[in-house]
């Protein structure tokens, strides 16, 4: 157990004697995040240092250390969280670590030359048992998806279908103090508190890890989840520059820090999320003045040591599919203004754009990274008015061929949205006075791919606030939010028809879950203190379930990570759509009926434990017909047994009818008058 607490650190800078505390300090602070150090005193060469802090570094005679070090852990575990998290980790440019544990060393050392099989370790067997499964949601048999609702002071996390109500899984009262947020791939569910935030997962729902930073407010996770940025909001001016508090970057699976951020100066507005990540979380990147800092992964330092100096550059996003990232410029005397792609970690232009007269510019990717649609509001030559292009990135095609859309000054653009998975995308403008318009546009023309943006279909005279896509793509639901009463209109793109309307009465918000097959629409306390709650529809725009709720804040959909069906076996599942259709609507239809009401599993419970009796009941009656027989004087059961047939029961009925006189007692009814006898003149 001794020395599976140890950790040993190979590729350790050489320093002299007079550096040797400070490498020290290095070392303490990269390795104090996995776990408490033992603080106790190795033997050999490391005897001679008494190692207070956990970390041990062998000198020669001259005192100049050896270039490895030993990192002395109080638990295995976190040794072994140390091991996997430092392997690789690149000091600078000319050291990186190479991390072993101890036991591991002493084991290859005595390796002998026969095989024998190993016996299975019990400090792995303890990690595995501490590991929290965050997957297993995913192999749900109806591949049901789930949601979390926030109301009043209670965090409720439920499992949707398409056939049945929503069923509660989990709930807890102040489980957090201010909002809830799921990680990207849906493994952990975030929540907020004074101390920090804490991340939970698994089937009952544990804690899987949790972050000190006190205060905090926001939060963001790198696609892949593998590390988490944290923010206070702390300004610049209360803030310590030697050891900054305000922004943290944290490793997600051991729960150490690694590197903290000044925030924003006072008076400044924070835009969140601050640093945003690549699609990849190998890299990160802030905008500052005149900069874009872009930090890589894991050892959070500044990319070749250097920020790219852009002047006056005003925002920036990432590709969700590459490591390229799109920024804007403004006008600066004579020079336009510049949209550019720079391609990272070489930081090699690729492609630039040039534009005049422009008031802003808004970047918006495709999900899948193939285009980049940039909305330019430019102003007129009086400069008093304003109207809108849209220039259009076509990132799969040499040298990125750009395309413009322009439209006029009195056209009035509202929404732009792409269609997640396909070519095309919807604009929504001004049509009529007091009614709006959406064109659909799609980006392969008549030529197929690569050719020019061509228009599909417009639908008119609609009354809307929003526009959203289905996450699968065709359908597209126009609603009308807030005022507009929460009317709501589904479309099927490709038929060019309306398949559905429906309407959530003062509607705030509406959200698709991930895999498009339902959509939630909520009316928050935020924004009406009325009518608070939820409807679910499907994604033709049936209404599944409503439900009310107090004080109701968030419901969020539970992210899926991306899917492993490759194209190939798509194509075959939709060939073969009809064939899968049947088994799942006949499972749906059997999960209907047994749901109809709680009587219906309880007959079909009582019906099985009925016909278990009966089976033991014949099996002792069996036993038990010798013993019979022989009390009857060899009369069998068979003998007086009628056959069943047609009407017959299968059995003799004998109907015995016994009476028996109780009493007799006269009376006379003397209300009616004088009884009537044969002498009696009214005979």
Request: glycine content about 8%.
């Amino acid at each position: 157990r001794a020395q599976s607490s140890v950790v040993v650190v190979d590729g350790v800078p050489i320093v002299p004697a007079n550096r040797v505390e400070k490498l020290r300090m290095v070392l303490t602070k990269i390795f104090k995040g996995f776990g408490n150090f033992a603080g106790k005193e190795l033997g050999g060469d490391a005897a001679a240092q008494p190692d207070l802090s956990g970390v041990v570094l062998p000198v020669n005679e001259d005192g100049s250390t050896k270039g490895f070090a030993f990192i002395r852990y109080q638990k295995p575990i976190d040794a072994q969280r140390a091991t996997a998290s430092t392997d690789g980790f690149s000091l600078d440019k000319s050291h990186t670590f190479v991390s072993r544990l101890l036991a591991d060393v002493e084991r290859v050392q005595h390796v002998g030359d026969t095989f024998e099989e190993p016996e299975f370790a019990t400090a792995l067997l303890e990690t595995v048992n501490d590991v929290v499964d965050t997957s297993t949601w995913l192999l749900d048999g109806r591949a049901r998806e789930q949601f979390c609702v926030l109301h009043g002071d209670e965090v409720e996390i439920y499992w949707q279908d398409s056939v049945v109500q929503p069923e509660l899984d989990y709930a807890r009262t102040h489980w957090t103090d201010s909002h809830v947020m799921w990680s990207p791939r849906g493994s952990y569910l975030t929540t907020f508190h004074r101390q920090g935030i804490a991340l939970w997962g698994g089937s009952k729902w544990e804690r899987v890890m949790k972050f000190q930073h006190k205060n905090v407010k926001y939060a963001s996770f790198s696609p892949c989840e593998r590390y988490l940025v944290t923010c206070t909001g702390l300004e610049v001016e209360h803030d310590n520059p030697k050891d900054p508090q305000s922004v943290i970057v944290w490793e997600v699976s051991t729960g150490r820090a690694l590197r903290s951020f000044l925030g924003v100066p006072a008076g400044q507005k924070m835009e969140w999320p601050l640093f945003k990540w690549s699609h990849d979380g190998s890299m990160l990147a802030r905008r500052g003045p005149g900069v874009i800092s872009v930090y890589s992964s894991p050892d959070m330092g500044l990319l070749d040591k250097k920020s790219l100096k852009i002047p006056d550059v005003q925002t920036f996003e990432w590709s969700p599919s590459a490591n390229i990232l799109a920024y804007w410029t403004p006008e600066i005397g004579n020079a336009p203004a510049r949209v550019t792609l720079v391609d990272l970690p070489s930081k090699r232009e690729i492609r630039n754009k040039a534009l005049f007269s422009v008031a802003s510019i808004y970047l918006q990717w495709h999900r899948q990274g193939t285009y980049l649609c940039c909305k330019v509001d430019r102003l007129t030559k009086s400069k008093k008015g304003k109207f809108v292009n849209f220039e259009l990135f076509r990132m799969t095609h040499k040298d990125i061929p750009v395309e413009t859309m322009e439209y006029k000054e009195s056209d009035v653009i509202m929404a732009f949205a792409w269609e997640p998975n396909g070519h095309r995308f919807a604009v929504m403008h001004n049509d009529t006075p007091g009614r709006q318009a959406v064109t659909i546009f799609t980006m392969e023309g008549t030529g197929g791919a690569g050719s020019a943006v061509k228009e599909e279909h417009r639908f008119d005279k609609r009354t809307i606030t929003n526009l959203v896509w289905s996450p699968a793509g065709n359908i597209l639901v126009l609603a009308g939010l807030g005022s507009l009463n929460g009317q709501l209109e589904w479309i099927n793109v490709d038929e060019q028809s309306t398949i559905a309307t429906g309407e959530h009465f003062m509607c705030t918000g509406l959200e698709w879950d991930s895999s498009g097959r339902f959509l939630a629409t909520t009316v928050s306390h935020q924004r009406n203190a009325l009518d608070n709650g939820y409807t679910f529809w499907n994604s033709i725009g049936r209404e599944l379930a409503h439900e009310s709720r107090d004080a109701f804040y968030q419901l969020q959909w539970r992210p899926r990570p991306p899917s492993l069906i490759t194209p190939k076996l798509a194509r075959e599942v939709r060939k073969n759509l009809r064939t899968y259709r049947e088994r799942y609507e006949a499972e749906d239809r059997e999960l209907k009926e047994s749901r109809k009401s709680g009587a219906a599993a309880r007959r079909r419970e009582l019906r099985e434990e009925w016909s278990k009796y009966m089976e033991e009941r014949l099996g002792q009656i069996a036993a038990q017909k010798e013993r019979r027989v022989a009390a009857r004087n060899g009369i069998s059961d068979d003998d007086v047994r009628v056959e069943k047939t047609g009407k017959t029961p299968g059995y003799i009925v004998i109907e015995e009818v016994v009476e028996n006189i109780i009493s007799i007692k006269e009376e006379v009814d003397r209300e009616r008058g004088p009884l009537l006898n044969s002498d009696d003149e009214r005979d």
